[in-house]
T-cell receptor
Framework: ETGVTQSPTHLIKTRGQQVTLRCSSQ?????VSWYQQALGQGPQFIFQ???????GRGNFPPRFSGLQFPNYSSELNVNALELDDSALYLC?????????????FGQGTRLTVV | QKEVEQNSGPLSVPEGAIASLNCTYS??????FFWYRQYSGKSPELIMS????GDKEDGRFTAQLNKASQYVSLLIRDSQPSDSATYLC??????????FGSGTRLSIRP
């Protein structure tokens, strides 16, 4: 157990809808990174939040947005869902966004867009 | 060129043997390197981190780093069936984010 929790664990949405995924970081961690993992691929970096500010973004369109709260939990929002958004969404919690920090993953949210 | 490259496998190793997993990365200024294990349908689990050239051992696992060659590897000694999983190499890039390879599927045959 990493102490990082994500909700919900599974979700089915219709194309064009919007979805919000949630992540609670491990105690003592102030950085949350979000990843998208398609079947058979490695996790792809979406963005990172450090102390409530976005601290880096991958090659994802603006319809992927996020938020971090004062308790360092985080949300990932995806608007105008597309079929290709179907994937495992992972959040990783770490300390300080520093270079030598280790990141620990939650159990993931499996999103299916139909 | 991908930022982090791994052979997708599958790599099949007999039980009790040494499994060797390799990874190369493109960002020369990378300083931190990680190996994650991912079982099918589960999230990645951190098993090793390495920051300096050379070897780092933890139980049956040894991570090896060669920054000059931009190469990092993971050795698993006395391989067990429970080691069968996908192993993800990850690199902390100069853009302040952890980049993952696509993973190597490892299968330990009895």
């Amino acid at each position: 157990e990493t102490g990082v929790t994500q909700s919900p664990t599974h979700l089915i949405k219709t194309r064009g809808q919007q979805v919000t995924l949630r992540c609670s970081s491990q105690s003592g961690h102030n950085t949350v990174s979000w990843y998208q993992q398609a079947l058979g691929q490695g996790p792809q970096f979406i963005f990172q939040y450090y102390r409530e500010e976005e601290n880096g973004r991958g090659n994802f369109p603006p319809r992927f947005s996020g938020l971090q709260f004062p308790n360092y939990s985080s949300e990932l929002n995806v608007n105008a869902l597309e079929l290709d958004d179907s994937a495992l969404y992972l959040c990783a919690s770490s300390r300080d966004g520093a270079m030598n920090t280790e990141a620990f993953f939650g159990q993931g949210t499996r999103l299916t867009v139909v | 060129q991908k930022e982090v490259e791994q052979n997708s496998g599958p790599l099949s190793v007999p039980e009790g043997a040494i499994a060797s997993l390799n990874c190369t990365y493109s960002d020369r200024v990378s300083q931190s390197f990680f190996w994650y294990r991912q079982y099918s349908g589960k999230s990645p689990e951190l098993i090793m981190s390495i920051y300096s050239n050379g070897d780092k051992e933890d139980g049956r696992f040894t991570a090896q780093l060669n920054k000059a060659s931009q190469y990092v590897s993971l050795l698993i000694r006395d391989s067990q069936p429970s080691d069968s999983a996908t192993y993800l190499c990850a690199v902390y890039s100069s853009a302040s984010k952890i980049i993952f390879g696509s993973g190597t599927r490892l299968s330990i045959r009895p």
